[in-house]
């Protein structure tokens, strides 16, 4: 866990910042357009960009079909590698077992054509054709 001396005596950031360097979302801006889509919430309530984070505020993101609940354990001005950046905050134990169900539930059933890749193939092609050609 990171100290004080870490974060450099930081006790709040704003949200679109910490998203970004907590690694959750690639740039500020796709941070931003998330937070602007009322992806993120703090505290259950929708926010904007500029809010504030303190220490111990929880914070739920969807990222497409995940959803994560977090608990901010710290602060840092720098995007940093994923091990680092981890150590921003603590995943909540219900986040956790939900997003390992919903990973198990992938797993053991893919989505239909998640398999398929690139153009068909020819016996492909000539079974489609048989299809929406009829008899």
């Known amino acids: 866990m990171m100290n004080d001396d870490d ?5 709040s950031q704003r949200v679109d910042k910490w998203l970004w360097a907590a690694r959750f979302y690639r740039t500020r801006s796709l941070a931003a357009e998330a937070i602007g889509a009322g992806h993120v919430r703090l505290g259950g309530q929708v926010v904007k960009a500029s809010r504030e984070l303190r220490l111990g505020d929880v914070v739920e993101i969807n990222i497409g079909e995940l959803a994560w609940c977090v608990v901010v354990r710290g602060f840092n001005e720098q995007r940093r590698p994923a091990p680092e950046a981890r150590q921003l905050y603590r995943e909540t ?8 169900a919903l990973r198990e539930e992938r797993r053991l059933a893919p989505t239909p054509g998640a398999d398929l890749r690139g153009r068909p193939t020819k016996r492909a092609r000539r079974l489609i054709r048989s299809f929406s050609d009829g008899p």
Do not use: F
């Open 93 to 100: 134990d219900e986040s956790s077992i939900r997003r390992s």
């Open 7 to 11: 974060q450099g005596g930081q006790t």
